[in-house]
């Protein structure tokens, strides 16, 4: 790929595949820690996974009638801030379930959002002739983002 924007792309999409794999991954092992109930695990796993059922329903709507590269960058920023605040608040108040819930809805709706855009950015970006490969660059790094965090992120939080 001689494209450096493509390049460019498939590091940062590397980057938010982890994040979001360590996001729920961490979360589950820390819930399952503080609380010691596989119930709770089981309710963060769903609330994850229904918000993003969710989010799908409107995202390509949304990624359609806007910039796919706003779309992108915006998911980045309000995972961020959506995440950053329960875990400021778990460090000010201490362990919350219902702050873990935020982090989970938040992971779930804006992965979501990112997924449909970034792969609309990925076409823009890329000629007829490298949109095989860059498919295949994004399809790598969301699995080796997503699958290598769950490990790392089990060996970080021991």
């Given amino acids: 790929m001689q494209n450096r924007n493509i390049k ?4 940062a999409d590397l980057c938010s595949q982890f994040g979001a794999g360590m996001t729920i991954a961490v979360l589950s092992w820390y819930a399952l820690d503080k609380s010691g109930s596989n119930q709770l695990v089981a309710t963060i796993i769903n609330a994850n996974v229904i918000s ?3 989010m799908s329903l409107f995202a390509g709507v949304i990624v359609d009638n806007f910039s796919k590269k706003f779309i992108t960058i915006l998911s980045y920023i309000l995972r961020i801030l959506f995440i950053a605040v329960p875990l400021l608040l778990l460090t000010v108040y201490g362990y919350n379930k219902y702050f873990l819930l935020l982090i989970a809805l938040s992971n779930g709706l804006g992965w979501n959002l990112y997924y449909p855009a970034s792969k609309g ?6 000629t007829k002739e490298q949109l095989l490969k860059s498919n295949s660059g994004a399809e790598i790094t969301m699995q080796v983002g997503l699958f290598s965090s769950g490990a790392i992120a089990g060996s970080l939080y021991n």
């Fill in 121 to 126: 950015l990925l076409q823009e970006i890329s």
């Fill in 8 to 11: 460019l792309f498939l590091s």
């Fill in 52 to 54: 993003g059922i969710l």
